[in-house]
T-cell receptor
Framework: DVKVTQSSRYLVKRTGEKVFLECVQD?????MFWYRQDPGLGLRLIYF???????EKGDIPEGYSVSREKKERFSLILESASTNQTSMYLC?????????????FGSGTRLTVV | DQQVKQNSPSLSVQEGRISILNCDYT??????FLWYKKYPAEGPTFLIS?????DKNEDGRFTVFLNKSAKHLSLHIVPSQPGDSAVYFC?????????????FGKGTHLIIQP
């Protein structure tokens, strides 16, 4: 069964901390994505990557960076966490050229910044 | 500027009846449309999709209708069951950089009442 695994289900961090959210997929997918989900705002794309070491900004990249050193791993980095980054973070992956139903999501990381 | 709109934040339907979830979009470049279902504390899971060259796609109890001229799609669930209670996200696909980026609506919380 295909899997996208996010390393933590729940995280609590302090304002100003550097935070790493890890995502690993075992499907050999080219594309990986980071979304955040907030009540009333739906899923918003933060960053995505279509190949190793490649990254592109999504709709809300401010305050975030990403790293993709290996095909299976896509990390989201909060350089200096702030309370407005408290959210549910969702990682997804897909094969190249398969937007039609091809996204597989992880279970999410609920991040709270205090 | 919201390109995919789900104007109903919530919808309550009696068990056994039809649930109709609506979605509007503004970007004529979208070529695939998808519905995802999300339970609390889980990642979204793919439900059904439709290509822009079709006007209907059916999968068991789920049917998606696309009206391109109106830039409108809808998801019909017949008959509605208690396990259908979840948040439903409409998503649209258009080529974004080197990946097939999905743009999501804000979601509709479907509540199936016994």
């Amino acid at each position: 069964d295909v899997k996208v695994t996010q390393s933590s289900r729940y995280l609590v961090k302090r304002t100003g901390e550097k935070v790493f959210l890890e995502c690993v997929q075992d499907m050999d997918h080219e594309n990986m994505f980071w979304y955040r989900q907030d009540p009333g705002l739906g899923l918003r794309l933060i960053y995505f990557s279509y190949d190793v070491k490649m990254k592109e900004k999504g709709d809300i990249p401010e305050g975030y960076s990403v790293s993709r050193e290996k095909k299976e791993r896509f990390s989201l980095i909060l350089e200096s966490a702030s309370t407005n980054q408290t959210s549910m973070y969702l990682c997804a992956s897909s094969l190249a050229g398969t937007g039609l139903g091809g996204y597989t999501f992880g279970s999410g990381t609920r991040l709270t910044v205090v | 500027d919201q390109q995919v709109k789900q104007n109903s934040p919530s919808l309550s339907v009696q068990e056994g009846r039809i649930s109709i979830l609506n979605c509007d979009y503004t970007n004529s470049m979208f070529d695939y449309f998808l519905w995802y279902k999300k339970y609390p504390a889980e990642g979204p899971t793919f439900l059904i999709s439709i290509s822009s060259i079709k006007d209907k796609n059916e999968d068991g109890r789920f049917t998606v209708f696309l009206n391109k001229s109106a830039k409108h799609l809808s998801l019909h669930i017949v008959p509605s069951q208690p396990g259908d209670s979840a948040v439903y996200f409409c998503a649209a696909s258009a080529p974004r950089g080197g990946a097939d980026g999905l743009t999501f609506g804000k979601g509709t919380h479907l509540i199936i009442q016994p």
